[in-house]
C-alpha cells in the first residue's frame, strides 16, 4: 500500500497538515509536541479505524479534536485506491465496503499491538506477511541449491527445529 497525500485538519495536536508523499519513503520529523505522533495516530484512524488513545466509543471521540475547533477531518488518499476518511467528532469513516486494509496494517500502525502478541503469533504473523517458510525442508533446499556441504547441511537441519525466541 502506498500513501499518495494526507490532510489533516484540527485533530490532536494539529490545526492543519498537508503531506503529499512523493518518494518511497517519508520521514516526518519535529521538535516534542510538534504532531508527529499526532499524524501517525490520524493515519491509523484513517486507515484502520481505531485509536491508541483508548477511546472505544464514538461519543468521546470530541476529545480527539483540536482544542477550541468544534470538528476535524482526516483524509488520506491511497494509491490505486478510493481516498479514505474519517471525521471528528462523529467518529464518520469510509465506508468498510470501499475500502478494506490488508490484514498486517493495524500491526504496522501500531507496534505495541505487535508485541502484544505471544511468540508464536508474532511468528505466524512475519511468515505470513512475508510469504516465507521455514521449514527444515524448505531450508535444506536452499541451503543446498546455494552449494552448501550436504552433510553439514543435514548436521545443522536439527537445530532449526528448536527454533529461536522472539
Avoid at 489533516?8 to 521538535?31: E, Q
Avoid at 552433510?151 to 529461536?164: D, F, Q, T
Wanted: proline content about 5%; overall charge positive; glycine content about 10%.
Amino acid at each position: 500500500m502506498k500513501l499518495d497525500h494526507i490532510k489533516i485538519a484540527n485533530v490532536l495536536g494539529i490545526t492543519a497538515a498537508d503531506i503529499r508523499i512523493d518518494k518511497p519513503v517519508t520521514l516526518i520529523a519535529g521538535k516534542n509536541f510538534a504532531g508527529k505522533s499526532s499524524i501517525q495516530e490520524c493515519v491509523r484512524m484513517a486507515l484502520v479505524g481505531d485509536t491508541v488513545r483508548g477511546i472505544d466509543l464514538k461519543k468521546d471521540y470530541g476529545s480527539l479534536v483540536h482544542e477550541g475547533e468544534s470538528n476535524g477531518l482526516i483524509e488520506i488518499a491511497v494509491a490505486g485506491a478510493l481516498p479514505v476518511w474519517f471525521s471528528l467528532p462523529d467518529g464518520k469513516s469510509t465506508p468498510i465496503t470501499e475500502y478494506v486494509p490488508p490484514k498486517a496494517l493495524p500491526y504496522v500502525l501500531d507496534a505495541q499491538r505487535f508485541a502484544k502478541l505471544t511468540e508464536q503469533d508474532r511468528r505466524n504473523f512475519l511468515f505470513g506477511l512475508t510469504g516465507l517458510s521455514a521449514g527444515s525442508a524448505e531450508v535444506k533446499n536452499k541451503l543446498l541449491a546455494r552449494g552448501c556441504d550436504a552433510a553439514k547441511v543435514e548436521a545443522v537441519l536439527p537445530l532449526l527445529r528448536v527454533g529461536a525466541s522472539a
